[in-house]
């Protein structure tokens, strides 16, 4: 047998993720589960890969041997080996000796690679042997007690990288999450044992080495950040750990490489979301490595994304960003970075990217951090954008739900209207008294449009009769409309009190021809007053409670 092809014979890997190549075929399927798992594939034995030997013919089944397959489906009956602590320790004991084996034979014949081939493949089938143990998530303390878990790490310093992309595979299957549900003390025991080994930086270490052009390693940096996904999602506070650990560093490496895109890209984004979502650490942490301007220097400015991946992909970018916009440092970088240049210009695109630069320009703008955003984007001409958007919700290209949409642009004003001084608040005031009041007019076809839907989701709260407290209820009714309504009236307070006495006298009108009145509008002013959110401090909180009631007073 030729030794050239034993040495370069690969297995075939178990993505956790569609590939580039998969793309073509997911319109059938509809955009898929961010965490679609697969089985494995490696059902074709491999002695007869390594003989270039022609693969068998499927076997035909009978009708009794279905019958015999669905009775066995059915009663989970099984012959085959059940893999108990016995069993369990075998394989375990199998691996250990030929992972011995076979570090010996390449130290002792470190140039003579025809003396360990052997014992590398050996060791191959070992690993796969060991991909039982993903079925019995019950027996994880036993491989944590014989010490194999370290043992499968250190494989992935392996000079052979199909040993290493080989161990991959293995531990995604391990950390499957369905597989780790089914036990929680498993599950427990494992991933304390790949914390505690630093798996994270093994895994990266691996991954640096990695070559994506080969379809192979290409599998196992997918894999690779199948597992990261796994055990942060089973164990979210894991999540600092993998940033401490070079994993952001690496994932803002992958993003800026001028390659086509692929699975893999769209992993990358996904992870980097998942990595910033509830974790302070991490956002100050891609802020100090200048993440905030690579973000959105591989957002789609001219140009839509051609396939749903890529549009995902960018709106986990978008995600990101949002994210980061939560920390006030990472706020005057995006200041200072021309970051609200960008969105603008994203806007006036009409690209399929003016959904998230909307969501972006929100975060960017909002609460006490956002006074400098705020009067830097009246000043960069961004009420031009703004406005239209305002009045009139786009049809084309549109991601978000009407509803989100109007939620964004009336939160912006809003921002804006709070933040805002001197001549950039004046500029923005103005915009209200233009072409006969039409911006007033629309802020309360708005305010009667989510007056109604509070209305319906209270109703439906009645009718339900579920058995919830205070807080309980007032968030439902906050995701049943109550906060745009609260902006929107916080937008009709702030222009009738601060602008030309003709908008309130048009408010006044308005409401009386459709049955509403003031009162409504202080009361849900003051119960805004009262449940104001954690954002900014203590002293803030209260100066926006004193500016709300004063504006109620006034109104």
Request: with cysteine; hydrophobic share 35%.
């Amino acid at each position: 047998m030729d030794v050239g092809e034993l040495l370069s014979f690969k297995p075939v890997p178990t993505p956790k993720r569609p590939n580039e190549e998969d793309l073509e075929d997911s319109d059938d399927e509809g955009k898929g589960s961010k965490k679609a798992k697969r089985s494995n594939k490696s059902a074709i034995n491999r002695m007869q890969q390594l003989g270039n030997k022609s693969l068998p013919k499927e076997p035909i089944i009978s009708d009794k041997e279905k019958e015999d397959i669905l009775r066995y489906v059915e009663t989970e009956a099984t012959e085959g080996e059940i893999l108990d602590d016995t069993a369990v320790k075998k394989l375990v004991l199998n691996f250990e000796k030929k992972a011995l084996r076979n570090r010996e034979m390449r130290i002792k014949f470190p140039d003579q690679p025809e003396k360990f081939m052997e014992s590398e493949i050996d060791l191959f089938e070992a690993l796969q042997d060991l991909s039982a143990v993903a079925t019995v998530p019950d027996q994880y303390p036993l491989l944590v007690e014989l010490k194999c878990i370290n043992s499968i790490l250190e494989l992935l310093s392996h000079d052979n990288t199909d040993v290493s992309t080989k161990v991959v595979n293995l531990l995604q299957e391990l950390t499957d999450v369905d597989i780790l549900h089914e036990s929680e003390e498993g599950a427990e025991e494992l991933i304390n044992a790949l914390a505690e080994a630093e798996c994270p930086s093994l895994l990266l270490h691996n991954l640096a080495r990695l070559d994506e052009q080969v379809p192979d390693e290409r599998d196992a940096v997918h894999n690779t950040l199948g597992i990261i996904e796994n055990i942060t999602e089973f164990r979210p506070e894991l999540c600092v750990e993998v940033a401490k650990q070079g994993f952001i560093q690496w994932i803002l490496k992958r993003l800026k490489l001028k390659v086509p895109f692929d699975g893999n890209k769209l992993y990358a984004t996904e992870i980097l979301s998942i990595l910033l979502q509830n974790t302070p650490e991490n956002r100050k942490l891609l802020g100090e490595l200048d993440g905030i301007d690579l973000l959105y220097n591989v957002f789609y400015k001219r140009h839509d994304p051609s396939s749903a991946e890529e549009q995902e992909a960018m709106e986990n970018m978008f995600d990101s960003l949002c994210c980061a916009l939560m920390e006030p440092l990472n706020r005057d970088r995006f200041l200072r970075g021309e970051g609200l240049q960008l969105m603008n210009l994203m806007l006036r695109e009409k690209k399929m990217s003016r959904n998230g630069s909307l969501k972006v320009l929100d975060h960017a703008l909002a609460g006490p951090d956002g006074k400098d955003n705020c009067n830097k984007f009246v000043d960069i001409l961004g009420l031009r954008t703004v406005f239209p958007l305002f009045m009139k919700t786009p049809k084309r290209k549109r991601i978000l739900t009407l509803d989100q949409h109007e939620e964004h642009v009336v939160s912006i004003i809003s921002s804006m209207l709070r933040n805002c001084l001197g001549s950039q608040r004046q500029r923005l005031l103005a915009k209200f008294t233009e072409n006969d009041l039409e911006k007033v007019d629309r802020l309360l076809e708005l305010h009667f449009k989510y007056m109604d839907k509070v209305d319906r989701t209270e109703k439906e709260m009645e009718m339900e009769a579920e058995d919830l407290d205070d807080d309980a209820q007032y968030l439902k009714r906050l995701s049943g409309g109550l906060f745009t309504l609260q902006l929107i009236d916080r937008i009709i307070l702030e222009v009738c009190t601060a602008g030309p006495p003709a908008i309130k006298q048009r408010v006044q009108r308005v409401l009386s021809l459709r049955g509403g009145s003031l009162k409504i509008i202080r009361h849900v002013m003051r119960e805004y007053a009262g449940n104001l959110g954690d954002a900014g401090s203590e002293e803030w909180r209260q100066q926006e409670q004193q500016h709300i009631l004063q504006l109620v007073d006034k109104f």
